[in-house]
């Protein structure tokens, strides 16, 4: 992934900070580049703006375990194991 990619994620997410779809995007990209914390960050962002399906809840809950954050991946995984059921 190029650096110009992240760049211009940054950018869209900045014009555009209600669009939950660009937020998804820029938390894969920095996820996909080993940017954990910065990754998880931008997922958070996203589940506070959208309805996730449990895909969010899971890699969120996937970033915060290589974090270190156990409880916090464990609530994340359990939210969203509760939301694909309800679907």
């Not at 960050?41 to 959208?50: D, E, G, I, V």
Request: hydrophobic share 40%; aromatic share 4%; glycine share 10%.
């Amino acid at each position: 992934m190029t650096s110009d990619r992240l760049t211009n994620l940054r950018r869209m997410v900045q014009s555009r900070p209600d669009d939950p779809r660009l937020q998804f995007g820029l938390a894969v990209e920095l996820l996909n580049r080993g940017e954990t914390r910065e990754g998880a960050a931008a997922l958070r962002a996203y589940l506070a703006q959208a309805e996730d399906e449990g895909n969010g809840w899971g890699r969120l809950g996937a970033a915060l375990a290589e974090l270190g954050d156990v409880e916090e991946a464990r609530d994340a995984y359990a939210r969203g194991i509760e939301i694909a059921n309800q679907r």
